[in-house]
């Protein structure tokens, strides 16, 4: 049989070409061609420019608030445990949150944010266009270009302006200017088709500022190493708190930026298993689901080869999640090639699951997440009781949940 | 490389002493039969090379007409498979014009790539142009489609550095696209000066026939860079055309009217000598 030869290490990709395995590459336009290789030729600079560093780091410091928090989510690790209890397996182990929600802005799509305002501020670029689909890296995006003083463009869909209204008022308060998109369901990958025209079109002046670890090469690098600081945290609070490494570790995966931040730093440290949690919306029977890895093939889409949702002839289907950030029919490349390479588990949550992981995260923390993080924690929910008490799991808490409580209210039939 | 039809029809072109007209239109938009017709009309009416549009659900350089054309031919049912058979079907009528199918790389690689090129040979197509696979990803299509006979017609567009300008036309084959604006398909009128300006440019790097495309409108537009080019491409305009026509329930007709103007105006461009 063909054995997938176990590589030294999961942290070296991508390659010279922007590879990660067969995923990755540069599937765009020939028009933005010269702008992505001078985009890498500026990151490749940065990244090994002390002075740029050391900017970021103040930045994520005083005004992001980093280093965010890992907490020890007593009040769901107790309520699992009874769980537990309650079906004679008396174990439950410890959950910790990586408390991204705390960040500034509200999630963590500040860190992304932050180095990529910095690099398009080094390029001599003037104007930011980004997508966005909960609206969490639109925010972020408008307040980074707020503070630095740029002109932002937030391409969103238009069924996601309706479902996250607060995050476009906030937007609009931040100086953005929001398109909606209406083309295909209204959701995250119309925008990102829409961001694309926009940059084929204004290539001499502006920056896009790309959400999640995909995209075309430099993107998926970039991202993930400007995310990494979740990982690389949480890897030093948690030897510092429990004096040891996670048994496990679980983020949502939409794009898979907040993932692939957590997961990175955690790759080669074999005895952690790593769970990928995708939105598997209303069950991976129909095709009203997300979960692109569970049930996608390999195909090209957004400048790069990955697993994504489409039908027989290679059109790319729309999906479904609750959650608009999970809302998307790819996955960045990195996550791609960790499935397949068997590294990363991903594991569908449907849109009930992630429902009720969010009120009762509300309940027994005072803690409401964002329902994407929701999702990981449905997982943490269902598993936490199989393991022993002995066990030490961290679940990405990527995002808070104010921008959801409309969506919530409406799926519970409340009026608000 | 063995001559093409693509080589065949440009040189009988030079030999005539004018631009060629390449037209192109959606497969499949509004539906099969259709756009069959349009097809068959559109040599008759004074096309030169066709170019077969391949719809995709996502179509990332191109403006809301061939977006909206698209997701006609998609709702009614066009497929990959479906347009080879267009062209096989147009191709057992006219062995002369050459094809060039246009669109992204997804449908053809979930297809795969391999069997996509044994088809399209049998289907008589001549030339690929692919949005979405810069000379970076040459291996992917481009390389096979040489080895397969069939040319690989590169987009350039005028912010290419003269290296990656020679590093693109190293593979071309066919004909050169020339980019007349940064946008998407159909949008902004380009500017006559800054667009001769970059057929310069790339005549400094390839003896290849160069055709202008983007924002190209009307009979006008169409002697305005015929008189610069070895070519023009019409495409957002046919497919307006085609939308009207459907509208009026003769599209082939409307199409045909549209197209002869565009014919009669390429047949009468002053022909500039070329710069070299």
Same mark, same amino acid.
């Given at each position: 049989?063909?054995?997938?030869?176990?590589?030294?290490?999961?942290?070296? #990709?991508?390659?010279?070409?922007?590879?990660?395995?067969?995923?990755?590459?540069?599937?765009?336009?020939?028009?933005?061609? +010269?702008?992505?290789?001078?985009?890498?030729?500026?990151?490749?600079?940065?990244?090994?420019?002390?002075?740029?560093?050391?900017?970021?780091?103040?930045?994520?410091?005083?005004?992001?608030?980093?280093?965010?928090?890992?907490?020890?989510?007593?009040?769901?690790?107790? !309520?699992?445990?009874?769980?537990?209890?309650?079906?004679?397996?008396?174990?439950?182990?410890?959950?910790?949150?990586?408390?991204?929600?705390?960040?500034?802005?509200?999630? !963590?799509?500040?860190?992304?944010?932050?180095?990529?305002?910095?690099?398009?501020?080094?390029?001599?670029?003037?104007?930011?266009?980004?997508?966005?689909?909960?609206?969490?890296? #639109?925010?972020?995006?408008?307040?980074?270009?707020?503070?630095?003083?740029?002109?932002?463009? @937030?391409?969103? #869909?238009?069924?996601?302006?309706?479902?996250?209204?607060?995050?476009?008022?906030?937007?609009? =308060?931040?100086?953005?200017?929001?398109? +909606?998109?209406?083309?295909?369901? &209204?959701?995250?990958?119309?925008?990102?088709?829409?961001?694309?025209?926009?940059?084929?079109?204004? @290539?001499?002046?502006?920056?896009?500022?790309?959400?999640?670890?995909?995209?075309?090469?430099?993107?998926?690098?970039?991202?993930?190493?400007?995310?990494?600081?979740?990982?690389?945290?949480?890897?030093?609070?948690?030897?510092?708190?429990?004096?040891?490494?996670?048994?496990?570790?679980?983020?949502?995966?939409?794009?898979?930026?907040?993932?692939? &931040?957590?997961?990175?730093?955690?790759?080669?440290?074999?005895?952690?298993?790593?769970?990928?949690?995708?939105?598997?919306?209303?069950?991976?029977?129909?095709?009203?689901?997300?979960?692109?890895?569970?049930?996608?093939?390999?195909? @090209?889409?957004?400048?790069?080869?990955? %697993?994504? =949702?489409?039908?027989?002839? &290679?059109?790319?289907?729309?999906?479904?999640?609750?959650?608009?950030?999970?809302?998307?029919?790819?996955?960045? +490349?990195? !996550?791609?090639?960790?499935?397949?390479?068997?590294?990363?588990? %991903?594991?569908?949550?449907?849109?009930?699951?992630?429902?009720?992981?969010?009120? =009762?995260?509300?309940?027994?923390? #005072?803690?409401?997440?964002?329902?994407?993080?929701?999702?990981?924690?449905?997982?943490?929910?269902?598993?936490?009781?199989?393991?022993?008490?002995?066990?030490?799991?961290?679940?990405? =808490?990527?995002?808070?949940?104010?921008?959801?409580? !409309?969506?919530?209210?409406?799926?519970?039939?409340?009026?608000? | 490389?063995?001559?093409?039809?693509?080589?065949?029809?440009?040189?009988?072109?030079?030999?005539?002493?004018?631009?060629?007209?390449?037209?192109?239109?959606?497969?499949?938009?509004?539906?099969?039969?259709?756009?069959?017709?349009?097809?068959?009309?559109?040599?008759?009416?004074?096309?030169?090379?066709?170019?077969?549009?391949? $719809?995709?659900?996502? $179509?990332?350089?191109?403006?809301?007409?061939?977006?909206?054309?698209?997701?006609?031919?998609?709702?009614?049912?066009?497929?990959?498979?479906?347009?080879?058979?267009?062209?096989?079907?147009?191709?057992?009528?006219?062995?002369?014009?050459?094809?060039?199918?246009?669109?992204?790389?997804?449908?053809?690689?979930?297809?795969?790539?391999?069997?996509?090129?044994?088809?399209?040979?049998?289907?008589?197509?001549?030339?690929?142009?692919?949005?979405?696979?810069?000379?970076?990803?040459?291996?992917?299509?481009?390389?096979?489609?040489?080895?397969?006979?069939?040319?690989?017609?590169?987009?350039?567009?005028?912010?290419?550095?003269?290296?990656?300008?020679?590093?693109?036309?190293?593979?071309?084959?066919?004909?050169?696209?020339?980019?007349?604006?940064?946008?998407?398909?159909?949008?902004?009128? $380009?500017?006559?000066?800054?667009?001769?300006?970059?057929?310069?440019?790339?005549?400094?790097?390839?003896?290849? $026939?160069?055709?202008?495309?983007?924002?190209?409108?009307?009979?006008?537009?169409?002697?305005?860079?015929?008189?610069?080019?070895?070519?023009?491409?019409?495409?957002?305009?046919?497919?307006?055309?085609?939308?009207?026509?459907?509208?009026?329930?003769?599209?082939?007709?409307?199409?045909?009217?549209?197209?002869?103007?565009?014919?009669?105006?390429?047949?009468?461009?002053?022909?500039?000598?070329?710069?070299?």
């Amino acid at each position: 049989m063909n054995q997938p030869t176990e590589p030294n290490s999961f942290r070296t #990709g991508p390659d010279e070409q922007g590879m990660f395995g067969i995923f990755g590459g540069r599937f765009v336009a020939e028009t933005l061609m +010269p702008l992505i290789l001078d985009l890498q030729r500026h990151w490749d600079e940065a990244k090994n420019d002390p002075s740029f560093k050391a900017e970021l780091s103040d930045l994520s410091t005083h005004y992001a608030g980093r280093p965010s928090k890992l907490y020890y989510a007593e009040g769901l690790t107790r !309520h699992l445990r009874d769980v537990s209890a309650a079906k004679g397996l008396g174990g439950g182990a410890k959950i910790y949150f990586k408390r991204e929600d705390l960040n500034h802005t509200g999630s !963590h799509k500040i860190n992304n944010c932050l180095g990529q305002i910095l690099l398009a501020k080094r390029m001599g670029k003037t104007r930011i266009i980004a997508e966005t689909g909960a609206g969490q890296h #639109g925010v972020a995006s408008a307040t980074v270009a707020a503070r630095f003083g740029f002109p932002c463009f @937030v391409y969103m #869909g238009a069924t996601d302006v309706e479902r996250q209204k607060p995050n476009v008022f906030r937007m609009k =308060l931040l100086g953005a200017e929001v398109r +909606p998109v209406s083309a295909g369901h &209204g959701t995250l990958k119309d925008a990102m088709n829409e961001a694309l025209r926009d940059w084929v079109t204004n @290539v001499h002046d502006t920056y896009y500022l790309i959400g999640t670890a995909a995209g075309p090469h430099p993107y998926p690098e970039l991202v993930r190493d400007f995310q990494s600081v979740i990982g690389t945290e949480a890897r030093a609070q948690i030897l510092e708190q429990e004096g040891r490494l996670p048994d496990m570790i679980v983020a949502a995966v939409g794009g898979g930026s907040n993932a692939i &931040g957590l997961f990175h730093p955690f790759l080669d440290d074999r005895s952690v298993k790593i769970v990928g949690i995708e939105a598997g919306g209303r069950g991976l029977d129909g095709i009203e689901h997300c979960a692109s890895m569970s049930a996608g093939k390999p195909g @090209v889409l957004h400048g790069n080869r990955t %697993y994504l =949702l489409q039908n027989d002839d &290679g059109q790319i289907l729309d999906g479904h999640s609750i959650s608009a950030g999970l809302d998307y029919p790819g996955v960045g +490349p990195e !996550h791609s090639w960790l499935r397949d390479s068997g590294r990363v588990d %991903y594991v569908p949550i449907l849109d009930d699951e992630a429902l009720e992981a969010f009120q =009762l995260t509300t309940k027994v923390e #005072g803690i409401i997440p964002a329902l994407e993080s929701a999702h990981a924690i449905a997982h943490a929910v269902k598993v936490a009781p199989e393991m022993g008490k002995d066990k030490v799991m961290i679940v990405n =808490l990527s995002g808070r949940g104010d921008k959801d409580v !409309h969506t919530v209210a409406k799926m519970l039939g409340m009026e608000i | 490389m063995t001559t093409t039809r693509i080589d065949r029809r440009m040189a009988k072109l030079k030999a005539e002493g004018r631009p060629a007209l390449v037209t192109y239109f959606m497969g499949g938009d509004p539906d099969y039969e259709t756009s069959l017709s349009i097809m068959k009309a559109l040599p008759k009416a004074g096309s030169d090379i066709i170019e077969l549009g391949m $719809p995709f659900s996502d $179509p990332m350089a191109d403006g809301p007409a061939i977006q909206a054309a698209g997701l006609r031919a998609l709702k009614a049912g066009q497929t990959l498979a479906r347009t080879l058979e267009m062209a096989r079907e147009f191709r057992a009528g006219d062995n002369d014009t050459p094809i060039v199918m246009m669109g992204y790389y997804n449908p053809i690689y979930i297809y795969g790539v391999d069997r996509f090129l044994t088809d399209a040979v049998a289907s008589g197509i001549d030339g690929l142009i692919i949005v979405d696979l810069p000379p970076e990803m040459d291996a992917e299509l481009c390389i096979p489609a040489l080895k397969a006979g069939i040319n690989f017609i590169r987009l350039i567009s005028s912010n290419a550095s003269d290296i990656r300008l020679k590093q693109q036309l190293g593979q071309a084959s066919g004909f050169v696209y020339c980019v007349s604006t940064h946008g998407t398909t159909g949008l902004a009128t $380009p500017d006559p000066q800054k667009v001769r300006q970059l057929v310069r440019r790339i005549r400094a790097f390839t003896a290849l $026939p160069v055709c202008v495309g983007f924002g190209i409108k009307s009979a006008d537009d169409v002697q305005t860079f015929g008189a610069i080019a070895d070519g023009v491409v019409v495409g957002s305009e046919i497919v307006h055309a085609i939308a009207r026509g459907v509208a009026m329930g003769s599209a082939a007709a409307s199409v045909g009217a549209f197209v002869s103007d565009l014919g009669n105006a390429v047949r009468s461009v002053p022909r500039a000598p070329r710069i070299e």
